[in-house]
Every structure is written in structure tokens, then in C-alpha cells.
């Protein structure tokens, strides 16, 4: 069975860090792109980097380009993320996917003071 | 960067009606195209994957097609069930902006 699980969210001051974690298994983790999705609440789906299978590529979206950096680490079968400078509007549920097939259940991330 | 357009946002139909909706791409993606459907708390659920193929256990009622820059989903009737948000997504990037199915 497939299982992709986020860790690592929390509550955090604007201009804090937080670094996701995925673990993943069932499935050749080494063989696949990798991606983080964030949903803010009541807004839309929303891709924010991802990741070749070997981590030779990454690619952002433009609203978190130099704050965050997406990374793999094939041997454990894991996905990170590390978030630095962390503003309000980055509020929300991380999933942790290979699409368009694998997802997680996502982990949250609230920025307030 | 490629943007991802769906229409409408916001789709209301009854039971038993047939549904499309559109997701245009602002360049060329091939056949990398999948929708989802989320109900709310939630994770997206994949219902098709590369244009039109139908994810196990999906309701055949669902379809996709398209080619290029150009693809639609259809609900062919309308079930209960079917009331949620839908995504289009080209494969690991970007999505569109969700198209809204109520109840009319």
C-alpha cells in the first residue's frame, strides 16, 4: 500500500523556519517526481515546488523562489521541505504528493504571532 | 511559466444532469494532464490521469479528453455524490483555479 506522510507542521512567528518531512513507501520513491501542493483555507490547490527523481532539478513557484528549498534524500525513501522567511499568506495545509497518484493526508502550517 | 485556466468556477446543475468542465493550458502539456476531486477536509482525489484514462474505481460516468492546450471533464449524470470542487493539474505543477459543482 502506498503511503505518503507529512510531519513537521506547526505554529510559527512570521519570519520563522519550519522544515517538512514526507515519508514515503510502498512505491520506488527514487523513481518518481516529487512535489509539495499547499491548500491556504478555503482557497484552491496550489503548487509550490517540486523535485526530479535523482534531485538534479527543482523547480518553484514564484511566490516562495529563494525562501524555500525542496529536497529528497532517496536512501530514506523521504521529501523535504525547509521554509525560511514565513509570511502570513503562507498559511496551509501542506500535502506532500506524486502526482498525479500518490498524496498524503498533508500537515498544517499556520504563521501568526 | 505554463498557466492552467478552468471554467466555469462555479457550476450549478441538478441530479442527473450532464456536466463539462474546461481547463485550458497556456502552452502545449502534452498528455500530462490529470483531475482531481476534492470534498472538503479532504485530499484530492485522483479521478483521471493523462487526459482521459479513468482511475481505478472511478464511476465510469466520468470521462476526460483533449489533447495540447485544450481538455474537458465530464460528469455524464449527475450524481449526489459528485457535489464537490474539482482541479485540474498538469502533472507535478501547477493547477487550475478549482471549478465549484453545487446543487442547483
Known amino acids: 500500500e502506498v503511503q505518503l506522510v507529512e510531519s513537521g507542521g506547526g505554529l510559527v512567528q512570521p519570519g520563522g523556519s519550519l522544515r517538512l518531512s514526507c515519508a514515503a513507501s510502498g512505491f520506488t520513491f527514487s523513481s518518481y517526481w516529487m512535489s509539495w501542493v499547499r491548500q491556504a483555507p478555503g482557497k484552491g490547490l496550489e503548487w509550490v515546488a517540486n523535485?526530479?527523481?535523482?534531485?538534479?532539478?527543482?523547480y518553484y513557484v514564484d511566490s516562495v523562489k529563494g525562501r524555500f528549498t525542496i529536497s529528497r534524500d532517496n536512501a530514506k525513501n523521504s521529501l523535504y521541505l525547509q521554509m525560511n522567511s514565513l509570511r502570513a499568506e503562507d498559511t496551509a495545509l501542506y500535502y506532500c504528493?506524486?502526482?498525479?497518484?500518490?498524496w498524503g493526508q498533508g500537515t498544517l502550517v499556520i504563521v501568526s504571532s | 511559466d505554463i498557466q492552467m485556466t478552468q471554467s466555469p468556477s462555479t457550476l450549478s446543475a441538478s441530479v442527473g444532469d450532464r456536466v463539462t468542465i474546461t481547463c485550458r493550458a497556456s502552452q502545449s502539456i502534452s498528455s500530462w494532464l490529470a483531475w482531481y476531486q476534492q470534498k472538503p477536509g479532504k485530499a484530492p482525489k485522483l479521478l483521471i490521469y493523462?487526459?482521459?484514462s479513468l482511475e481505478s474505481g472511478v464511476p465510469s460516468r466520468f470521462s476526460g479528453s483533449g489533447s495540447g492546450t485544450e481538455f474537458t471533464l465530464t460528469i455524464s449524470s449527475l450524481q449526489p455524490d459528485d457535489f464537490a470542487t474539482y482541479y485540474c493539474?498538469?502533472?507535478?505543477?501547477?493547477f487550475g483555479q478549482g471549478t465549484r459543482l453545487e446543487i442547483k
Open positions: 493523462k487526459v482521459s
Open positions: 523535485i526530479k527523481e535523482d534531485g538534479s532539478e527543482k
Open positions: 504528493a506524486s502526482s498525479p497518484h500518490y
Open positions: 493539474q498538469q502533472y507535478n505543477t501547477y
